[in-house]
């Protein structure tokens, strides 16, 4: 049974670097295949995706936020952590970690099992 | 990027009636295609993936088609519990979302 489960601070202030960890269980990241993705969504907005990685290191980005995320991973305490810096009360949303299969034969993709999210704030 | 369009952004509709949102991506993205469905303060579900492929566990009443760049989820007959903001995705290259369409009770 696969689980994710998203941990870190409810309030940031303006400028601050977020940290926020996906602690989950059930898969391996070292698993070929598997990756660990962060997606958020502002409230009453749309979900955007954040940064993917994957179980071979690699580490992908959405363009918007490039500049400001980082993400790695722990593989023996099972974890992700996701670092985003120069925070702003925009940054508000919930902050979701979810797990990216592989589909069988192709580069296709999807996130099966998410986290229940943080939400997180952004204030002074 | 690949941006990815819903439509209608808002539907109201009564239980029994068949629904059907549509997604158009700015270019092709095969089949490579996902469909969430989200409850207020639920994380996302996924619902169909590769476009038609039904999810483990999700009630037949939910399918999907298309390909290229028009694609479509369609409820045959709406439930109480379907009432609920669905998202479709793209994982052609960079990942991204559509808007939503909120699935209201009529």
């Known amino acids: 049974q696969i689980t994710l489960k998203e941990s870190g601070p409810t309030l940031v202030k303006p400028t601050q670097t977020l940290t926020l960890t996906c602690t989950f269980s059930?898969?391996?990241?070292?698993?070929?295949?598997?990756?660990v993705g962060w997606i958020r969504q502002p409230p009453g907005k749309a979900l955007e995706w954040l940064a993917l990685?994957?179980?071979?290191?690699?580490?992908r980005y959405g363009p918007s936020l490039k500049s400001r995320l980082t993400i790695t991973k722990d593989t023996s305490k099972n974890q992700v952590v996701l670092t985003m810096t120069n925070m702003d009360p925009v940054d508000t949303a919930t902050y979701y970690c979810?797990?990216?299969?592989?589909?069988?034969?192709?580069?296709?993709?999807?996130?099966?099992?998410w986290g229940q999210g943080t939400l997180v704030t952004v204030s002074s | 990027d690949i941006q990815m369009t819903q439509s209608p952004s808002s539907l109201s509709a009564s239980v029994g009636d068949r629904v059907t949102i549509t997604c158009r991506a700015s270019?092709?993205?095969?089949?490579?295609l996902n469909w969430y469905q989200q409850k207020p303060g639920k994380a996302p579900n996924l619902l169909i993936y590769?476009?038609?492929s039904l999810q483990s566990g999700v009630p037949s009443r939910f399918s999907g088609s298309g390909s290229g760049t028009d694609f479509t989820l369609t409820i045959s007959s709406l439930q109480p519990e379907d009432f609920a903001t669905y998202y479709c995705?793209?994982?052609?290259?960079?990942?991204?979302f559509g808007q939503g369409t909120r699935l209201e009770i009529k």
């Open positions: 979810a797990h990216r299969r592989l589909w069988t034969g192709t580069f296709g993709s999807d996130f099966d099992y």
């Open positions: 059930g898969f391996s990241l070292s698993t070929s295949g598997v990756g």
């Open positions: 990685i994957y179980w071979d290191d690699d580490k």
């Open positions: 270019q092709s993205i095969s089949s490579y």
């Open positions: 590769a476009a038609s």
């Open positions: 995705q793209q994982t052609y290259s960079t990942l991204s």
